[in-house]
């Protein structure tokens, strides 16, 4: 057995095995490789934990006994101490492993390297959802590695090496257009110009299946100037600079003259305001222009987030707990602070769960009295933006807040709502209806920009061709605000401003614009963006960092590129049609790990159950996500929503079944016959 282990590697990339100073080879089976791999990328690690992970339905004595047969095992196979022994387990020192190389200096032979590729660990499910993670972290920065490499090999000269490369990059990531148009010019300078277009041809069937997408201006010329024979000495494409502030930002509300003009109207008639329009017709910024001109009026911005809508009281618990930090010193009774402890926590202790509607009007009454508190300093404006995104519980109980208002001459409260049409809830879409019949609300229907409109616009943002892009533009946007502000950055970032004869297909709509701006993202930054897209609302980059298992540093960079290509908006998605879009793109093997991920994320800091229990069921999980539906049932039992009470109820029964747990469905069963008993209208029997 030699002394030290100089000259020995761990090979992690591709299928695992540990390879001596002589050259020997010893193949790992797959528990003692992801063993290895643990502590070479987390580190020394307490064998408590490894037990844990390596066998985590095993008894704790018989699982420290598998350990040390196991580290035997490989200390036979190997003749070599590679793990350290000790209470804290930790690779031997001299050991070299492959994919620090990768990690620390961005090294690796070019080539499909997947960590422990092969190894599969059924049975252990925290160690698979770290496996799955530490693959896509490794395969992205094996992609910036490889993407490196091909460039050296095109200064080289090297083509048909770098080709080779670039197809094996593609078989990674075939949505990487810039590796694309690397092989259409590498084919073009290795003298194989009908490679180079079959490619471009390939290039668009590619884009269109994945993204729904022709490919990007710079790709198109690319491809004409090789057809047409007039492509000059070919440089690799630089990347355009920043897009202008004013594109991110148009100075100037146009095309909207006649809505300000009837918000007006409403405001001076005494009406609350509901402005209806398509996703991207600007309904957002509108609003808040609206509200901002209103500078005798204090705001208070409510703002109803994807996924609220499984969750009693959701919105109004973010922005209640966001009006409470506008106002940090404002005095709540004991009885308001005791009954918002119901939804918000950090309030203090909360009063028995409710069992009366004289409970609920009750509970309603203290938000009543937030606002009652806010309005005694002045008027106020209370704006709810996107709508169709509320919880009912948070619908209900915001019509109870505002009837209380509404005809007081005493308090100046008023209303401003935002909704997409067609995709209200059914209590949503009844509780404004009634609305209307009193003219309590105005509803405005924002219309798509007309062709002076987008002359206006493009007017002010000082565009190079100016006026004359107008009317590509109406045609190819169909005047859709968001998508024109799209397809105006993507020019910007394509360098295809000046390609007004060709502008890009959008049949995609705004999303196929949208994933193509994500596509030109880091991969760090597109991990951010998912992690947060599957998180849905209320993350920060903190939750991000501990969700993909990276450093808060790592996430900071990754949020600020975020925060530039206008993905993020501080701690939030700069707009609901990017977090749709974000989510669509995930793949389905990446989005159960992220899944699996925010559940245990989110039970760690205490997190609602039923968001819990919905990742836990999105992770492929059912019989981890059936305890948390019973919690579900009895928070939402608790706050007299008895019909999404018997839901989660009937979901967590069902859960139960699916995983084999009798005694767990009989107790679902148990919850729901109560249920019933308690309440003559909700019955046990399943839908």
């Known amino acids: 057995m030699p002394e030290t282990l100089t000259g020995w590697q761990l090979r992690l990339l591709g299928p695992p095995a540990v390879v001596a100073a002589d050259g020997r080879v010893i193949p790992c089976e797959r528990r003692t490789a992801a063993l290895l791999a643990y502590l070479a990328l987390e580190g020394p690690t307490s064998r408590a934990t490894l037990v844990r992970l390596l066998w985590p339905d095993a008894p704790a004595s018989a699982s420290r006994n598998n350990l040390v047969h196991h580290l035997r095992r490989l200390k036979k196979a190997s003749g070599a101490d590679l793990v350290l022994p000790g209470e804290v387990a930790a690779l031997a020192p001299a050991l070299t492993v492959d994919a620090w190389t990768l990690l620390e200096e961005g090294r690796h032979g070019a080539g499909r390297a997947v960590l422990l590729d092969g190894v599969e660990l059924d049975g252990c499910p925290d160690l698979m959802d770290w496996l799955e993670a530490q693959r896509e972290e490794l395969g992205a920065v094996l992609m910036n590695v490889s993407r490196a490499e091909l460039q050296r090999l095109e200064e080289q000269g090297a083509w048909a090496e770098a080709i080779s490369l670039g197809l094996t990059l593609l078989d990674l990531d075939p949505t990487a257009e810039d590796v694309w148009r690397s092989v259409i010019r590498l084919h073009y300078l290795n003298g194989d110009r009908p490679a180079a277009l079959q490619t471009y041809h390939r290039c668009q069937d590619v884009l269109m299946r994945e993204l729904g997408a022709e490919p990007e201006a710079a790709t198109r010329h690319l491809a004409r100037d090789i057809d047409r024979g007039t492509l000059g000495a070919v440089q690799p494409v630089a990347r355009s600079g920043r897009i202008p502030l004013a594109v991110l930002r148009p100075p100037t509300l146009v095309g909207r003259e006649e809505a300000w003009a009837r918000m007006e109207e409403a405001w001076a008639a005494g009406q609350g305001i509901m402005l209806v329009g398509e996703a991207g017709s600007g309904k957002t910024r509108l609003a808040l222009d609206f509200l901002r001109s209103r500078t005798t009026h204090q705001l208070l911005y409510f703002q109803a987030q994807p996924g609220d809508a499984q969750l009693p009281y ?198 196929s614009l949208i994933a193509r701006r994500l596509a030109r993202l880091t991969p760090s930054a597109q991990q951010a963006a998912r992690a947060a897209a599957v998180l849905h609302s209320d993350f920060t980059p903190e939750m991000v960092a501990q969700m993909l298992g990276v450093s808060l540093l790592d996430v900071a960079s990754a949020w600020e590129e975020l925060e530039e290509a206008q993905i993020m908006t501080g701690e939030r998605f700069s707009h609901s049609l990017i977090l749709e879009t974000v989510l669509a793109g995930i793949p389905n093997p990446v989005s159960g790990v992220l899944h699996r991920a925010a559940a245990q994320l989110l039970a760690s800091q205490g997190g609602p159950a039923a968001r819990i229990a919905r990742h836990w069921q999105e992770g492929g999980k059912p019989g981890r996500a059936a305890p948390w539906l019973l919690k579900a049932g009895e928070a939402a039992e608790a706050t007299l929503h008895l019909e999404q009470a018997r839901a989660h109820y009937q979901a967590a029964r069902q859960a139960f079944e699916a995983d084999g747990d009798t005694n767990g469905a009989a107790q679902a069963l148990r919850s729901l016959a109560a249920l019933a008993a308690c309440s003559p209208g909700t019955s046990a029997e399943p839908n």
């Open 314 to 511: 959701a919105t109004h618990a973010r922005n209640y707990r966001a009006a409470l930090g506008t106002y940090p010193d404002l005095a709540l009774p004991g009885w308001v602070r005791s009954e918002l402890a119901r939804m918000l926590p950090e309030l203090g202790q909360a009063p028995p769960p409710m069992i009366s509607e004289a409970d609920k009007r009750r509970f309603y009454d203290a938000k009543v009295e937030v606002i009652r508190l806010i309005a005694e300093r002045g008027p106020v404006i209370v704006a709810t933006d996107d709508a169709q995104f509320m919880d009912d519980a948070s619908v209900e109980a915001g019509a109870y807040v505002g009837s209380r208002f509404w005809g007081d001459a005493r308090v100046n409260v008023r209303t401003l709502f935002c909704h997409r049409p067609g995709e209200l809830s059914a209590a949503s879409a009844g509780l404004l209806g009634g609305m209307y019949d009193a003219g309590a609300v105005v509803p405005i229907h924002l219309a798509p920009l007309d062709q002076p409109a987008i002359e206006h616009l493009l007017e002010d943002l000082n565009l190079p061709q100016g006026v004359a892009l107008a009317g590509d533009l109406a045609r190819v946007t169909g005047g859709n605000p968001q998508l024109l502000l799209e397809l105006l950055r993507h020019l910007f970032e394509t360098g295809a401003l000046q390609d007004s004869e060709q502008l890009p297909d959008t049949g995609g709509g705004v999303t």
